[in-house]
């Protein structure tokens, strides 16, 4: 799968909305855009995903860009429960078994209140 | 939460025993996988399974063997633990292979090796 880059921390304060970037400047065609988070001494858990059009769920917003090189993950008014490391994950439509599905460093959001 | 669980949640073992994890799903789901998470290394694939008796390796399988003799359990085990095993162990599901397919994953397990 293709790598992703994503800044290491960022911070923001309670009740205001948090946008977290993701570089995929190597993403093919076929690749979905998926972000996950992990909470404090939890595993993680699936947030949304997309792969041409920007996405909404109940927990967040996915924008991503035209040209698919870059995607933004919106939370819009971040919570204290919102501090977690989030991880955006390429996975190809290719990659049958999931075994691809690779964990950078991900971004460690605090939420200051 | 999900209905799926690791055990046991934490596990202090010494060097050279034998060690055995097991995640359970309630889901019916036919993937599973084992993931460790280290610091500096983010979460890596030990091995996976896409159905009863079916396995393969991940990317650091090495040390590590699986069994999945029924759908609803995936055991991971360590023939003799060594301190570079010491991690939190996750275990994860998913319903279909397919890329539009979202992980569930358990609470892990908190392995020391001394």
């Known amino acids: 799968d293709a790598k992703t880059t994503q800044p290491n921390s960022m911070e923001s304060n309670e009740e205001e909305p948090v946008h977290l970037p993701c570089n995929h400047s190597?993403?093919?065609?076929?690749?979905?855009i998926h972000w996950y988070r992990q909470l404090p001494s939890q595993g993680p858990e699936y947030v949304i995903h997309?792969?041409?059009s920007n996405v909404n769920n109940r927990m967040a917003s996915l924008a991503i860009a035209e040209d698919r090189k870059s995607s933004t993950l919106i939370l819009h008014r971040a919570t204290l429960r919102d501090a977690a490391v989030y991880y955006c994950?390429?996975?190809?439509?290719?990659?049958?078994?999931?075994?691809?599905?690779?964990f950078g460093p991900g971004t460690r959001l605090s939420v200051l209140p | 939460d999900a209905g799926i669980t690791q055990s046991p949640r934490h596990k202090v073992t010494e060097t050279g025993t034998p060690v055995t994890l097991r995640c359970h799903q309630t889901?019916?789901?036919?993937?599973m996988y084992w993931y460790r998470q280290d610091p500096g290394h983010g979460l890596r694939l030990i091995h996976y399974?896409?159905?009863?008796?079916?396995?393969d390796k991940g990317e650091v399988s090495d040390g590590y063997s699986v069994s999945r003799s029924k759908t609803e359990d995936f055991l991971l085990t360590l023939e003799s633990a060594t301190s570079s095993q010491t991690s939190v162990y996750f275990c994860?599901?998913?319903?279909?292979?397919?890329?539009?397919?979202?992980?569930?994953f358990g609470s892990g397990t908190r392995l020391t090796v001394v």
């Open positions: 889901e019916n789901h036919r993937y």
């Open positions: 994950i390429l996975r190809s439509r290719q990659d049958n078994y999931g075994q691809n599905f690779v």
């Open positions: 994860a599901i998913k319903e279909s292979g397919a890329a539009t397919y979202g992980y569930t």
């Open positions: 190597t993403i093919s065609g076929t690749d979905y």
């Open positions: 997309g792969l041409t």
């Open positions: 399974s896409y159905g009863v008796k079916d396995t």
